[in-house]
């Protein structure tokens, strides 16, 4: 039973095959050569503009679609704005890429910059801008609430991260002593042998010595430009 359906199926198709062959023939005959390859490269501009089209909207929805189960997802202000620059990427930044390369294959020299100035290039700026904006009513939401939280612990919490940062501008200020010392100790703790902890305490005392060098280098330049920010001319 199963063979002779295949030969039907198999004869259907070198008959569909001859009848095509037939019509290109017979236009050919009727309109010319030129028409009929003019007329076939027309339809198979057609047929991949319509591919193109249809894959580019398929990625959109998609994309669409996974921004949006995101913001449903989402849990604080953070996570909202996100998926809203991410709705706003697919809806209105894709389309803009998209215009871009169109541009780019019409032979436009700057196809970035004329779609940037374009109106769907003012929409992405108007995206750009408000997605900014959130991002940062985000992070300063987050930060009262954090410093509504920990009101109560606030100081002990600034001094504890000021002596730090003193503490560790003065090892790094100190490097040509204190990295030696740190490298000793921990190649000491580690099992080292005498001859590498030597060779790495000399290392480290030459890459201290670097971050000496620069930790002095920046702290006279915020001075300068602190006091030259104020007005002070230091050099007459």
């Keep these: 039973m199963i063979l002779p359906v295949a030969g039907v199926t198999m004869e259907g198709r070198g008959r569909a095959l001859t009848n095509l062959l037939l019509a290109v023939i017979a236009g050919v005959l009727l309109f010319g050569r030129d028409a009929m390859l003019s007329g076939l490269t027309g339809f198979l501009l057609v047929a991949v503009a319509i591919a193109v089209i249809f894959g580019v909207l398929s990625l959109a929805l998609h994309l669409t679609g996974e921004a949006l189960q995101a913001f449903r997802e989402a849990k604080d202000l953070k996570d909202v704005v996100g998926a809203l620059f991410f709705v706003g990427f697919c809806c209105v930044g894709l389309p803009m890429m998209a215009y871009a390369g169109w541009l780019w294959l019409t ?67 100190g490097g040509p002593v204190t990295f030696p010392k740190r490298e000793w100790r921990i190649r000491t703790e580690a099992g080292s042998s005498p001859a590498f902890r030597t060779v790495s305490v000399v290392f480290s005392s030459f890459i201290g010595l670097i971050v000496a060098m620069m930790t002095v280098l920046l702290t006279v330049s915020a001075v300068v430009w602190a006091l030259y920010g104020l007005g002070v001319t230091i050099i007459h």
């Design 107 to 173: 032979g436009d020299p700057r196809p970035l910059v004329t779609a940037l100035k374009s109106g769907i290039g003012t929409v992405w700026a108007v995206v750009v801008v408000l997605s900014s904006a959130g991002f940062v009513a985000a992070g300063f939401y987050g930060a009262f609430r954090w410093t509504a939280r920990n009101r109560s612990d606030l100081p002990s919490i600034v001094g504890h991260r000021l002596r730090v940062i003193f503490w560790g501008y003065l090892e790094f200020l």
